[in-house]
């Protein structure tokens, strides 16, 4: 029993950063409507420019956070201003923009990945950091892994309060629901969808830095993130942010559960719920 | 107020809107008449931006219009409460009031103009916190025209607001939409209910596969033979 809540609470670890990862994604396909493949490479993006500032100028990853944030935000909201904004108004209706945005997100992620490995190369990166340990309940956890947690919560709260409090925020929940309408309410509407953009790509930056604390990164790595963030999507229903939210713990601890049983299998789980869901439940747990 | 000359829109290859020209004067209410599928919602749709006609000008206060996006329209004092309604159901009445209120000006006097709208429909008042979607027909129709007072518009463009509603209520709305034009709004009313309309309208257009087949003042309108037969029943 007391080995089980390990293995729940080694779950809620990893559902953060999944958590994290898939709100972004969500939010970029929930109200810009682009299922971005691109996802992943944001991530990696993060991740390398962490080591780099750490081990080249020593710049502590928490404070990367304070930077890859930012910075990916501009480069989100600057790609969807000029490609995807573009892409909008030559599509005569939603369904065709949603294939071409997709279609010009792969494009995307090999733009980025590879530009990624003419910068950092192909090898694997990692560096220690706050390898101090905690003692949850008898159990020992590394310290970097909690402040990951820490973030992937902070972030999910700041960001709820965000949508429900503030002008742009309401503004982005009535651009989810009906973008022409919000349009007639005087709202901007390519002003939002970039804003949204921009932050999904902004919580992948930082969903990076927080990888890299733990985890060895390199150029390759996105694709096995934007694989996580399109299961969680598609669990939490597909462009639902509080699902996306919930998606991601739910899968921390079924992962952390499986690797406990069988390491192998963790992957191949992640694989199966995706199918089964896919069969079962389209619109996911929280899904219209 | 609004001059829309030689329009024409299309929907694809389908031509919709041919050659047409209405005027708007500063606080008339101006009746747009006409049977489904008309193009009186494509009409007002290419003045608030959500369709772009292919050739023609509309000017709103003697500025061209037709080639700016709705949210600066909007901004510019045209509401456009839509077919349909459109309330943003996933969020309460409160929030959708709000961002009726989006506009920079109308966002600093949103307090005042709230409380303008709750005298207007006190239902809403009482309903604040509810989810838009829980509302009755009626209460929707109230809400959506609310949403739209809420940016302190110059002229309000108001789709088919009584569709879908029981008689007393739609008698209700069209008492609101004339004490609207009383508090010195200017409005353009598109409806089927031709009666009502036009006994509370100064002038009318009437729209016909897409091309204005009438226009003039309602006593003249509700006198026309044309009229009687076709949308009158008479
Ligand atoms: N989004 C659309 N795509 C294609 N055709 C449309 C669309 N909306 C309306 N139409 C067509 O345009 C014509 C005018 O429609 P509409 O302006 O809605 O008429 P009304 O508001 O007078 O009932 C109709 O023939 C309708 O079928
Ligand atoms: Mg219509």
Redesign the pocket.
């Given at each position: 029993m007391e080995k089980f809540l390990d293995v729940v609470i080694a779950g809620l670890l990893l559902g953060g950063l999944y958590a994290l990862i898939a709100m972004g994604m969500s939010l970029q396909y929930g109200v810009a409507r682009v299922l971005n493949l691109a996802h992943g490479e944001f991530i990696m993006l993060g991740a390398l420019s962490t080591w780099t500032l750490y081990t080249v100028f020593d710049i502590s990853p928490l404070i990367a956070v304070a930077i890859c944030g930012p910075i990916t935000f501009v480069l989100g909201f600057l790609i969807h201003r000029t490609m995807f904004r573009k892409l909008l108004s030559s599509s005569t209706n939603q369904g065709i923009f949603e294939s071409t945005s997709m279609l010009a997100s792969f494009g995307l992620m090999y733009v980025i990945s590879n530009l990624a490995f003419m910068a950092w190369g192909p090898e694997i990166r990692g560096y220690s950091y706050l390898m101090d340990t905690v003692s949850i309940g008898g159990a020992l956890f590394g310290a970097r892994r909690l402040v990951t947690l820490g973030f992937a919560l902070a972030i999910g709260v700041a960001f709820y309060i965000f949508l429900s409090r503030t002008k742009i925020g309401k503004a982005i929940r009535a651009a989810a629901q009906d973008p022409a309408t919000a349009g007639l309410m005087g709202v901007n509407i390519n002003m939002v969808l970039a804003i949204c953009f921009g932050l999904g790509a902004a919580m992948a930056g930082i969903a990076g830095v927080l990888v890299s604390m733990c985890y060895p990164v390199n150029a390759a790595m996105g694709i096995e993130y934007l694989t996580v963030a399109i299961i969680v999507v598609v669990l939490g229903g597909l462009g639902s942010i509080p699902g996306s939210f919930i998606g991601g713990f739910l899968l921390g601890i079924i992962g952390s559960i499986v690797s406990f049983i069988e390491p192998g299998l963790t992957v191949v789980a992640y694989y199966a719920i995706f199918v089964i869901l896919l069969l079962v439940r389209p619109k996911g747990l929280l899904g219209k | 107020m609004l001059e829309i000359n030689n329009l024409n829109a299309f929907?694809?290859s389908?031509q919709?809107l041919w050659d047409v020209s209405l005027k708007v004067n500063k606080g008339e209410i101006v009746a747009l008449i006409?049977?489904?599928?008309?193009?009186?919602?494509?009409?007002v749709?290419t003045v608030t931006g959500l369709l772009r006609a292919t050739s023609g000008s509309i000017k709103f206060l003697d500025h061209p219009i037709e080639n700016l996006p709705s949210h600066v329209i909007s901004e510019m004092g045209i509401s456009h409460i839509p077919?349909g309604r459109r309330l943003f159901t996933d969020m309460n009445v409160l929030e959708n009031l709000e961002i009726g209120a989006y506009p920079r000006n109308a966002w600093k006097n949103k307090g005042k103009t709230l409380e303008h709208v709750f005298q207007i429909f006190p239902r809403l008042k009482e309903r604040g916190h509810q989810l838009a979607r829980t509302l009755s027909g009626g209460e929707q129709q109230m809400l959506a025209m609310g949403r739209g007072l809420m940016s302190e518009p110059k002229l309000c463009i108001i789709?088919?607001p009584s569709n879908g509603l029981a008689p007393m209520v739609v008698l209700e709305v069209f008492d609101i939409i004339k004490s609207l034009r009383d508090q010195g709004i200017t409005i353009l009313l598109?409806e089927q209910n031709v009666r009502h309309t036009l006994e509370i309208s100064d002038r009318a257009y009437v729209?016909e596969n897409?091309r204005v087949v009438m226009e003039g003042d309602c006593a003249t309108c509700l006198a026309s033979e044309h009229i009687k037969k076709a949308y009158l029943g008479l």
């Open positions: - | 929907y694809g389908i919709v006409g049977s489904n599928g008309a193009g009186k919602s494509t009409l749709r077919e789709d088919e598109i729209l897409g």
